[in-house]
């Protein structure tokens, strides 16, 4: 296993999309993104062939540069996948979007706190890249994955659009609220006691000083960038579900981070999930989230739902929530041939 890059079998554009989606967002981030994608080997030589699409999104804090990093023992996705299709996995193009935003994520949901992400997914990353690439522009041959909130991203764009994407795979993606956020609300009033309880105050001081060099950084950031995305004001202003000086649950704002619960979306949108493809879900047996147990649940409501038990993967496996990457390229075999012409 070579330390450094590799060749490919296949090829990776890079783009860059203008969206006028994104254009004004509440946090003044980049409206103009990057966009990777990934061409199978054979694709510039039989150009009249069209192929399936798998869109491959990220989890918190992840941006598009990330795809890239090496450590040890272990190959990038972009590779590994690359490896997947030189070996003889049906063909497909693999799409890399990028979602960042300045709180480390969109959740890929609209929302006034980070921008218009799904949309910006969906009305224009997908019709960008079919108006450029020779895809099969169709739902039934269209596939979305993703880890963590990813995964999550992942298991709702189906739900909400049924009409763009026909398979997913969710790899601990966040599901089953009661376990995965609560356990972090009260870490999060701990670590804002240094600012009496106002994260306000806390992001100030955070944008002045390196990256998570505090205790309790990264619970409160994610804090912060969840409830920008799920339970923003009109005016773009995060609301927490929680007093940060008591931890007290505040019942309309967690109800709104409870709307938006894979676990919970599932019987309102029965229709969409019967319609899908396939659907592949695992997590780690030691999720230091329990989305293990978000896992679980996902997959009974999903079959409860009437999506029969041949158009589902679920595997849980042993480790946590991190170091599993190895899992990606499992998926997207699996995914490749369920979504072939």
């Known amino acids: 296993m070579l330390p450094w890059s590799a060749d490919l079998a296949g090829r990776i554009d890079q783009q860059v999309i203008t969206s006028r989606l994104l254009r004004g967002n509440h946090l003044g981030d980049p409206f103009e993104r990057p966009v990777h994608v990934y061409l199978p080997p054979g694709y510039d030589d039989e150009p009249q062939r069209r192929y399936p699409c798998v869109y491959v999104i990220q989890g ?25 299709f030189a070996a003889g996995t049906p063909a497909s193009i693999v799409v890399f979007v990028d979602a960042w935003t300045s709180y480390g994520g969109s959740q890929f949901v609209d929302s006034p706190g980070t921008g218009r992400y799904h949309s910006y997914l969906c009305e224009e990353i997908v019709p960008f890249v079919d108006a450029r690439y020779r895809t099969l522009a169709d739902r039934d041959h269209r596939a979305i994955s993703g880890k963590s909130s990813g995964g999550f991203g992942a298991m709702i764009t189906p739900m909400l659009r049924p009409d763009l994407f026909g398979a997913l795979a969710t790899h601990a993606g966040d599901a089953l609220y009661e376990y995965c956020y609560i356990a972090e609300f009260p870490q999060v009033v701990r ?35 969840v409830a920008a995305c799920f339970s923003a004001d009109p005016d773009g202003t995060p609301r927490l579900p929680f007093d940060t000086r008591t931890g007290e649950l505040i019942p309309e704002v967690w109800q709104r981070w409870l709307a938006l619960d894979p676990v919970r979306m599932v019987p309102e949108h029965a229709d969409a999930v019967r319609s899908l493809r396939a659907v592949w879900i695992d997590a780690g047996t030691r999720d230091e989230y329990y989305l293990d147990v978000g896992a679980e649940a996902f997959h009974r409501a999903v079959r409860t739902a009437g999506l029969p038990e041949e158009a589902i993967h679920f595997e849980l496996f042993e480790a946590g929530h991190g170091g599993i990457d190895y899992r990606y390229p499992l998926a997207l075999d699996w995914l490749a041939r369920r979504i072939q012409p």
């Open 60 to 84: 918190y804090t992840g941006h598009l540069g990330m795809w890239y990093n090496r450590t040890p023992f272990r190959q990038p996705f972009p590779e590994t996948a690359d490896a997947l």
């Open 191 to 225: 670590a804002l006691r240094a600012w009496d309880g106002d994260i306000t105050a806390w992001w100030e001081d955070f944008k002045t000083r390196p990256a998570l060099t505090r205790p309790g950084d990264d619970t409160v950031l994610s804090a912060l960038g």
